[in-house]
């Protein structure tokens, strides 16, 4: 059993429901069940210390005890404040997994969390990190940036000097370590063997820091794999959007006038369910081509100011910021229900929300809340403007969610297993595609699918191995 200071949570009493949940997802889960039988007995993961910041969940908690089989010495932090499964977290705790995560953190709580699932007992870091959104990632590079910043001039971290609260967080944590630890950050930096990214906000991140050469570990991208990005952003989304709307409102969405912002891979699953639950859907695209698909499918084009007065729901899917402003809100009908699916609860003007003299806010029930504008008639915002399908509902089904982990799964085999060959330098990698084509071959049996075996000369015809990678790698699907 943990020591008591190995883990925080709401309440242990609700292991046992977590355990009977993760017993069900087990059998949805054949990727991750795979990988157990594969992997499990030669423990390639032994040594490994592995930090994962991501949504704390029933399925991820499948993921976890995955990575446990396979050697990996784990703790764990949610990336997100809502979305904590409480009983999944109790369930990691009884077995074992430091974990820092509950259901309803404060942002400081949430950054506290973070930091925690990042130091173990002896106050070193992790070799690996599971990371969604980039959290955890970010908290290390800010740390070793300041301390760089310390040691040349002793300049320290002022969080007064932001007003963004995530960032003031962050840079109190790394403040209040540099009086004690000076060089903390660094000596996690140089343990870090690497990094995989499940999301396309966090990918961007990693892109982004590639490009600028600040990148301090190799990273694989696992959101691009074609069995993440066009499963679980789409058939996930398809899922849980129309899930975390009934939950949170019980609203009628057949007949409602729906606005779906963005349409890359988590809007077409949006856009799909809300068509198909009898909603008039409309889409806000950038992307010409985007656009083009979305007119393909038969929805109407439009943008947000030309009939955001007219909608009954908008949801937010861009991984942009300010897609829906305060005074966009302010002009939308009486109860319009407002909310987010994309990653950072930017997309959303909350800010505007709350800074805006004379709206009031009237809690309706945890994660969802109506903001009443001074002429009376209000919206209702679910989740505060974060991912509202993890916030209101339980985020995406198991069986979706394998073909995610697997990715994950093989993503962090590899960079152990590659830790001293230098093949991974301090930039963004994708796995090969017969890993994609494995994950999805084994998900297929629990289908019922019977795959098709090409002939040698069917394969010789279109120039392709019999045993793939079937499509060259430019290919879309
Ligand atoms: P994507 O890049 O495929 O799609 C985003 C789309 O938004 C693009 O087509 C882009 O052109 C469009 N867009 C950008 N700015 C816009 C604006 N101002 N107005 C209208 N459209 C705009 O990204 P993907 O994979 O669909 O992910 C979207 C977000 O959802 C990311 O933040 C990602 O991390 C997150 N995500 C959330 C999940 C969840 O369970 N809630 C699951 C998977 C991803």
């Known amino acids: 059993t943990l020591a008591e200071s190995e883990y925080k949570i709401r309440d242990l009493q609700e292991a046992d429901f977590g355990r009977r949940e993760l017993d069900i997802a087990e059998i949805e889960m054949p990727g991750l069940m795979a990988a157990r039988e594969e992997f499990g007995p030669s423990k390639p993961l032994k040594g490994a210390r592995v930090m994962g910041s991501l949504h704390m969940t029933v399925q991820t908690g499948v993921l976890i005890e995955t990575l446990r089989e396979l050697g990996a010495d784990l703790r764990w932090c949610s990336c997100n404040i809502y979305s904590t499964q409480d009983h999944a977290a ?21 950054w506290w969390c973070t930091n925690r699932a990042l130091t173990w007992e002896d106050g070193e870091g992790p070799d690996l990190i599971v990371d969604d959104g980039g959290d955890a990632t970010l908290l290390i590079h800010e740390g070793f940036k300041a301390e760089h910043a310390f040691e040349k001039d002793g300049s320290v971290p002022d969080p007064s000097t932001t007003d963004n609260e995530e960032l003031k967080c962050v840079l109190t944590i790394i403040r209040d370590g540099l009086k004690t630890n000076p060089k903390r950050w660094r000596s996690m930096v140089e343990r870090m063997v690497g990094v995989s990214e499940e999301t396309t906000t966090g990918v961007h991140r990693l892109i982004e820091r590639a490009r600028e050469g600040s990148l301090l570990f190799p990273a694989i991208n696992v959101n691009d794999c074609v069995t993440k990005s066009k499963f679980d952003n789409v058939y996930g989304c398809r899922h849980s959007l129309p899930d975390g709307l009934m939950r949170a409102t ?26 198909a639950a009898g909603a008039r859907v409309m889409v806000a695209e950038v992307d010409p081509i985007c656009a083009l698909q979305a007119c393909m499918e038969g929805f109407q084009v439009a943008r947000v100011d030309d009939v955001i007065q007219d909608v009954d729901i908008i949801v937010t899917t861009t991984g942009n910021k300010d897609i829906l402003m305060a005074d966009q809100m302010a002009k939308m009908k009486n109860n319009a229900i407002v909310g987010n699916i994309g990653h950072f609860d930017n997309e959303i003007d909350m800010a505007g929300l709350y800074k805006t003299p004379g709206i009031k806010k009237v809690d309706i029930k945890p994660q969802v809340a109506r903001y009443i504008f001074p002429d009376g008639h209000g919206v209702i915002v679910l989740a505060e403007g974060r991912l509202l399908n993890l916030g209101c509902a339980t985020g995406h089904p198991s069986f979706v969610m394998s073909c995610s982990f697997t990715n994950q799964v093989m993503a962090q085999l590899e960079l152990w297993a590659e830790r001293n060959s230098g093949k991974y330098e301090n ?34 015809y279109i120039g392709v191995s019999e045993k793939g990678p079937y499509k060259p790698e430019g290919y879309r699907y």
């Open 90 to 110: 109790a369930a990691m705790v009884v077995g074992g997994t430091p974990t820092f995560a509950w259901k309803g953190e404060t942002l400081e709580e949430y």
């Open 250 to 275: 019980d609203v009628m969405l057949a007949g409602k006038s729906i606005l779906i912002a963005g349409y890359g891979d988590v809007g077409k699953g949006c856009a799909q369910s809300m068509k």
């Open 427 to 460: 930039n963004v990698y994708v796995l090969p595609k017969v890993l994609d084509e494995k994950v999805a071959r084994l998900h297929l049996e629990k289908l019922g699918a019977k795959l098709t075996q090409l002939r040698p000369e069917q394969a010789q």
